[in-house]
Each structure stands twice: as C-alpha cells, then as structure tokens.
C-alpha cells in the first residue's frame, strides 16, 4: 500500500487503471529510457502479415529488447515474445538497420543476450513457470490516483547476477592450521549470513559502477567494478563493465585485457569479442580485429557489420581482393546498406577495376536515394576520383560539384575539381577551387604546387613562384624543379 502523508496525516492513496491499453502503450514508449535503460527503437513493427512487435528497444549494453505490456497478461503472451525473439535472431541486418535509421548510432549489436520485458499487474503461474526458461523479467506495475507509478520485478532472480548454469560457485573460508612440520589448508562452511552480506556488497559494488559510469566518472566506476570482481571472481559482466571504463579513459591495453577475460568466462556473450575487435581496430592492431571479427563469424553466425569491419581491415592492410570478398557477403546479407558498396568501391578503385568501383559508388548513392536519406558527400567524391583516373575530367567535375553542393567544406573535392579543370585548361577555374582547397588546409603542399602551375599557364609567373616557393617548404619534392627552371 501506498500513503500519501499532509500536514502529518497519512492518507491511503487509491489505484486507478489506465484508461486503455493505448495510453499504457504510449506510456511505456514515452518513458522506456526512464524505467529501463532502454533506447525505444520502434512500435508495432511488423514481422509478417501475421505478427507485430508492440515495443523494440536496444539497451545500453546494445541488447535487443522486445517490450510486451497488458493490463494482465494473456495465456501464451509470453511465448508469442520468445518468437519475437527468434525473428530478430533470423533478421539480425534488418535488426541493425533499425538500429542505424531510427537511433542514428552504429553499433556491434549482442544478438546473443537478448531480452523479453514484460509489464503487466498481474500473472499467471504458467508466465512465472516459463518466465526464467525464456529469460524473460517479468515487471508488475501498480498506477494510483497522485499519477505515482510503482514497479516490482516479479522474478528476485536479477539477470546481471545469476550465475551461468555451466559454472557453479563455491564459497568458503581458509582455516589455517599450523604444526612444527607443515601448513595445511581446508575449506569450511560460511555460515548463510556471510554469504547473502557478500552477495549484497557485490551487488552494491556493480550497481555503484553503473551509476557512476552514467555520471561519466570512470576512474571511480573501475574502482567498484574491481571490488566486485575481488568479492565474485568468476563475474563476467563486471570484466566486461569495467573494460567499458577503461575504454573511456582511452586505456586501450586494459580494456582489451578485461574484455578478453570476459568472454573467457561467458563465451555465450558476444559483446565483450566485438568491442576488442573495435578497440583493435581503432589502435591500428588489423590482425587482430580481423582475428576477433573472424572468431565471433565463427562462433554466432554470418554477421553483417563484422564482414564490413573485416573487410576494412583488410583494406587498411591493402588485402584488396580479400576486403571485396568480405563487402561482398555484407551486401548479400544487407543489400538494403550503402556501406558495404562503398568500401568495396574503394577496394576495386585500388585494383584499378575502375568500371566495377564506379557501379558501386553509383548503388551506394542509389540506395541512399531510394530510401529517402540525405547523400554523404564523400561518395560523389570518391566517385570523381575513379573517373579523373579514367580521365573523364568533366564527369569528375560534375561529381566534385555535388561533394561541395553537399558539403561546403569538403577540401578533397575542391583540391581534385580543380585538377579536373587543369586538365581541361580552365585554368582560372583550377586556381578557384586550388585556393578554396588552401583555406580548408593551409597545409596542403600540392595545392600550391598545381595552383602555381595554373598561374603560370596564366603567364603570373611571380604569383607561380610564390606558391613553388611554399609548397616546396611545406615538403613538395616536385616544386624545387619548377623553382629552378623559374630561376634560369
């Protein structure tokens, strides 16, 4: 029961209903951040002419939730949700597709944890029975008159602290018992309110680092998390916190080290497997994201972002042909992304497949189109270099023109247009977009060479000299011939 107290006086506040499952639905939707750390994805998504999901979120540990909620559940609600789950498993690309278009976020999405919330005021014995087989939590709400809301979880057992049924713990004391000869070590019994003390500290710890990491102190929220690792060595999920902190703090090495121990003791987790090879990624360690975006392929299925982040692995370590080979199945696993066809364009663009890199940037561009979603700049930009390659120098420039009608400061796509105009002697046109390209970089050593050799195409041999003059300072090779020829 609930009492509201004025003027020292308590007062029984009284439940009320929602007036319709519509207004709960909305509710939920509206306030899903709030009452369970999960970012609302979307509503009623339809899976086929047959089912709908009425809530799908992504938790902030990038788990797909699916949100079932009635005033009392209904017989077979629960297993209708486990299905929901089994569609999101089958329809991982059109999952993260979700992910990318309505959140705005790219992330490695654990499709291996994902979760069934269900909110309702009542339940039946067969949804408590089932409940923990399907891992679903089930949440009872109670709504009052004062507009309170109170919420219970109906199971006690909290998911972050169950220990994995392949593992058990056992918890004992040393006693020590010394004679002339030796030392000997034996176990004996902690009495039962040790253990529930050390489990409550334990749970007080992780709780303590999630707050602070939502509070962005780090460093105090690796502090918890190693103190409840000392008190439950075996717990996956604080590794696997604490390498959150450490990435934070920038401290790559720790991170990876925690990450790693992680997924040894919960190899069922993808997640701590992906964040290495991001991490690993990101510090330039290739070999060894392609090692973990290989292992989690092997071990949770063909996966559309690991194939695309293998593949630019492969790139970076100029595997050109084993980077398009990775593109390739992205594409076929989501062929709906423009991703994956731009990156294979790069790759093809370095084999000098030029016809082959031009067809992919086109699609990327295609798709985007197709779905009503605003152009990136940069793929008209790689599109032009393939074609000044080719030396098609006008549809270069009418590829550089969108770059910058898109973005204004895209100083590629100035510096390169106006090599296109040299090329097709337009030469105060070339100087244009030259000088444009030195704004956005002062540093950019072949823009002043090329713009001094459009100036003396102009006959401004001065103006030709000084730009010589300074990209040969900024470390342009090819400028001291121009310099000594100007000389003689």
Known sequence: MIFEIKNGKASKV??????????????????????????????????DKHGRIETLGLDYNNRPVVVEYKKTMEKG????????????????????????????????????NTRIICFAQEYNMDDKYLAPKLRAELWKYTYYENDTLSMIRESEELEQFNTPKKTKTILFTKE??????????????IDKESKNNSKEAHRNYY??????????????????YTKAIELKPNDAKSYSKRADAKNQLEDYRGAIKDYTKAFELNDCNSYPLLQNAEIKFEIQDYKGAIQDYTRFIQDFGDDWLCYNQRGLAKYELEDYKGSI?????????????????????????????YKGAIEDYTKAIKILNEQGMEEEHYLYTDRGNVKIDIEDYKGAIEDYTKAIKLDTEDEEAYHNRGCAKYELEDFRGAI???TKAIKLDTEDEEAY???????YEL??????????????????????????????
């Open 325 to 353: 080979q990775d593109f390739t199945v992205a594409i076929k696993l989501l062929p709906e992304d423009f991703e994956a066809y731009e990156n294979r364009g790069l790759a093809k663009h370095e084999l000098e497949d």
């Open 432 to 434: 244009d977009d030259f």
């Open 176 to 189: 020590i018992v010394k004679s002339e000869e030796k030392i000997t070590e034996r176990k004996s019994p």
């Open 459 to 488: 006959k401004d041999k001065e103006g030709a000299f000084i730009d010589w003059k300074k990209a040969f300072e900024l470390g342009y090779i090819d400028a001291k011939e121009e310099l000594e020829k100007y000389c003689k």
């Open 449 to 455: 060479y090329k713009r001094g050799l459009a100036k």
């Open 14 to 47: 009284t439940q009320k209903e929602f007036k319709s499952e519509l207004e709960l639905h909305d509710f939920i939707d509206n306030n899903l951040e709030e009452l369970f750390e999960v970012r609302f994805i979307k509503k009623e998504h339809r899976t």
């Open 207 to 224: 709780v303590s680092g999630h707050a602070k990491i939502k509070l962005k102190d780090y460093a105090g929220a690796i502090e918890d």
């Open 77 to 112: 609600q629960l297993v209708q949700a486990h299905r929901y789950i089994d569609w999101i498993e089958k329809n991982k690309a059109e999952f993260e597709l979700l992910v990318r278009d309505e959140l705005n976020i790219k992330v490695n999405i654990d499709f291996a």
